[in-house]
Each structure stands twice: as structure tokens, then as C-alpha cells.
């Protein structure tokens, strides 16, 4: 029979073996963490900024891009370019932005906010006259926008598509007689709602907005020289911390298969 001694003996050293093993448990975890830790602080974050024109297909593209770089974290916003502009100006954290608008990068490059030698042309888009599918005023051209109880597009103070529909309107000479008539969306995916749910009886979308509804159909395309050329750019925002995987996204953007995406939806190359 071992006697007291011997087991307080036994016990206490059963007791510095669980201490030493806890000990390096708590070691190893807590190295585990650093690692850990390091790798999260290792990973890159983007966030972009693109006109809303460009949600279906930068949808499809960045869940490709996204697997062939998973070491960065690529979060996007969409809007009317003009808006993204004020909020570039007034200090989002956005590291890329695409615009359906050269004015809109053109005033961010005079005021220093992008980086000049990453922006770069990407794609050209066409505007056009849409009307629901049930409608009834039976519309043959944008004459006939009088006819109209309602017409729906972007306003022009922060939204390309409607910037250039008051273009054509002007040049038109049809302007005095349908701005009473208009109602102004915060962006293209906006007017098309409003038409393809009966809220407008006509509207003026991009071509490629006009094709992701069965609701709407086109009626006519804008006459050519009746408005500015639709060129989508892209830009690196002078303030990111991220220059490098800006770019990176942006030759992902401009490249051959990326490019056969944006074409699948209906914008059109650069000439």
C-alpha cells in the first residue's frame, strides 16, 4: 500500500504533466491565431463603384474573377454614374470606378480624384426608345413621345441614359413640349421598372437595359448624332491604397473573354 507521501508525490506530478500539455494547447492556439491573423490582414479589399447599366454582366464577371483571385475581397456597388461621382468627391472608399459617362471621369480627372494613367475606354452602349408591352398609344418614333401620358428616364443631373435622352429630345426639338410630361428615375434599372410595370407608358433606357425585360419592347433607336457618343470608362480612384488590383480588375475588364461577356448583354466594342 503506497503511503501518503507517495501519492501526494504521484499527484503532483500528474498535475505538472496537465500543466505542461495545457500550456502548449494554449501556445499552439495562440500561434494558430497569428497566423490566422496575418492571413486576414493579408487579404485585399476592393471596392468598386459601376454604373447600373453594368449589373447583369459585372455580376457574371466577377463571380469568375473572384475564383481566380480569392486572396481579394471585391465588394460593388451600382448606380447612376453621377451620383457614384459625388460620393467619390466626397471621400467613399471606392477604389475603381466604372461610369457610363466620360463627363462624369473627365470632372473627377480635372479635380485630380482618379488616377489618370489607369483609365482606359471600355465599351460603347446605344439609347432607345422602350414602351410596355401593353400599351396602347402605339408609338412609331419619338414624335409620337406627345402621345405619352408619362414618360420615364433618368435625370440628366446624375444620370447618363438620362442625360443623353434629353440630348435627343433637344435636338429633336420635343423637349418644351414633353418635359411636362417626364418623371425622373435614379437610374436606368429604375426607368425600366417604372415601364415594364405599366408606371410609364414609355421610357429611354440603354439597349442593353431594354433586353432584360419581356415587359417592355423597343420601339426605335435614337437617331444617330442626336446625342453624345455612350462610352463606358474606368478609372482607378486617386485615393486607394489598392492601385495595383485596380488595374489588375481593370485588364481583366479589357481583355478578350471579358469583353465577348459585356458583348453577350448587348454593349458594343469600342471603335
Known amino acids: 500500500m503506497k503511503s ?3 501519492l501526494h508525490k504521484e499527484d503532483r506530478k500528474r498535475i505538472g ?3 505542461i500539455i495545457e500550456s502548449i494547447v494554449l501556445l499552439l492556439l495562440l500561434l494558430f491565431g497569428i497566423i490566422w491573423s496575418q492571413g486576414r490582414e493579408k487579404q485585399k479589399e476592393l471596392l468598386i ?3 447600373a447599366s453594368m449589373k447583369p454582366a459585372m455580376e457574371e464577371l466577377l463571380e469568375d474573377y473572384r475564383k481566380q483571385h480569392p486572396e481579394i475581397k471585391i465588394q460593388i456597388t451600382y448606380g447612376g454614374s453621377g451620383t457614384l461621382e459625388q460620393q467619390i468627391r466626397q ?5 475603381l470606378f466604372l461610369s457610363a459617362s466620360v463627363d462624369n471621369m473627365d470632372s473627377l480627372g480635372e479635380d485630380d480624384l482618379i488616377i489618370d494613367k489607369t483609365r482606359v475606354d471600355l465599351l460603347q452602349n446605344q439609347l432607345v426608345l422602350i414602351e410596355s408591352i401593353n400599351n396602347t398609344i402605339n ?3 419619338f414624335n409620337d413621345l406627345v402621345k405619352a401620358s408619362r414618360i420615364a428616364m433618368g435625370d440628366p443631373r446624375s444620370v447618363p441614359a438620362g442625360k443623353y435622352a434629353y440630348e435627343v429630345c433637344q435636338s429633336l426639338g420635343l423637349w418644351e413640349d414633353v418635359e411636362k ?3 425622373y428615375g435614379k437610374d436606368v434599372t429604375e ?5 415594364a410595370s405599366g408606371n410609364a407608358d414609355v421610357g429611354m433606357v440603354y439597349s442593353t437595359e431594354a433586353s432584360l ?3 417592355v419592347r423597343i420601339v426605335t433607336q435614337a437617331p444617330e448624332g442626336s446625342h453624345s457618343r455612350i462610352i463606358y470608362c474606368a478609372a482607378v480612384v486617386k485615393e486607394t491604397s489598392d492601385e495595383r488590383e485596380g488595374m489588375e480588375l481593370i485588364n481583366y475588364l479589357i481583355s478578350p473573354g471579358a469583353q465577348e461577356v459585356f458583348f453577350k448583354y448587348g454593349f458594343l466594342p469600342i471603335e
Open 49 to 51: 463603384a459601376a454604373a
Open 91 to 95: 471621400g467613399a472608399p471606392i477604389d
Open 17 to 19: 504533466t496537465r500543466r
Open 181 to 183: 410630361l417626364v418623371v
Open 213 to 215: 425585360s419581356d415587359q
Open 191 to 195: 426607368v425600366l421598372t417604372w415601364v
Open 139 to 141: 408609338l412609331q418614333g
Open 4 to 6: 501518503i507521501g507517495m
